[in-house]
């Protein structure tokens, strides 16, 4: 797990080689393990591989042509707004796999009636991006264990992203990330150590 998590790159040009959708499918399955707020796993996720997709999100990039052009994939992060509405499918699973008992599915469920929920309030917001970085950070290490790389694209204008793929407004885009076959090595890149950026607390 350390080789994977040091040897981890941005790769932003990538071989002809396509990933399955068996694999793909197999590697979204594992990064989506990823911790949420209140495990109501909000992340949806929408994949770009045709080139008429690809078209359709070339003009709202900020660059990041290379990725677009020569990745198996690259996949849309977002987080469902309304991911209240749905909270009752992962309850309900919980407790017929015997992983939740029932008065604790039903008193989380009476509890979400109560809230209310601001799309545009900022704490909102940001709770949702958190969940769509813990799966983003997890999907590419992920992609690493089955031999593929990845690259974090957040230049993209995320106030066109909903007309340009036709996608529903209540999914908030959180990040691009192309992933492949590593066409080059990468660039190595310094960190602050851990003394730098750490403090105890008495």
């Keep these: 797990m350390k080789d994977i998590i040091l040897g981890r790159r941005s790769i932003r040009k990538y071989t002809n080689e ?6 793909l499918e197999n590697m979204l399955n594992d990064a989506l393990r990823a911790p949420s707020s209140r495990n ?3 992340v949806r996720l929408f994949v770009i591989e045709s080139q008429t997709a690809r078209e359709k999100l070339r003009p709202i990039l900020m660059g990041n042509q290379l990725q677009l052009d020569t990745a198996s994939h690259i996949i849309l992060v977002t987080a469902d707004i309304r991911k209240y509405d749905d909270a009752h499918i992962i309850f309900d699973r919980s407790v017929e796999q015997g992983m939740m008992p029932v008065e604790i599915r039903n008193r989380n469920l009476e509890s979400f009636k109560n809230l209310e929920i601001n799309p545009t309030d900022t704490n909102y917001l940001n709770s949702l991006h958190l969940d769509g ?3 983003s950070m997890n999907f590419m290490l992920v ?6 790389d990845t690259c974090p694209i957040g230049g993209f204008n995320k106030k066109l992203v909903h007309e340009a793929l036709g996608i529903d407004s209540r999914y908030a885009p ?3 990330i192309s ?3 590593a066409d080059e090595s990468g660039y ?8 730098e950026v750490t403090k105890f607390i008495d």
């Design 18 to 23: 396509k990933i399955s959708n068996e694999t």
């Design 40 to 42: 109501l796993q909000p």
């Design 133 to 135: 970085g813990l799966f």
């Design 143 to 148: 992609a690493r264990t089955y031999g593929y």
């Design 174 to 176: 959180v990040l691009l």
């Design 179 to 181: 992933v492949g076959k």
């Design 188 to 195: 190595e890149s310094i960190r602050l150590s851990a003394k």
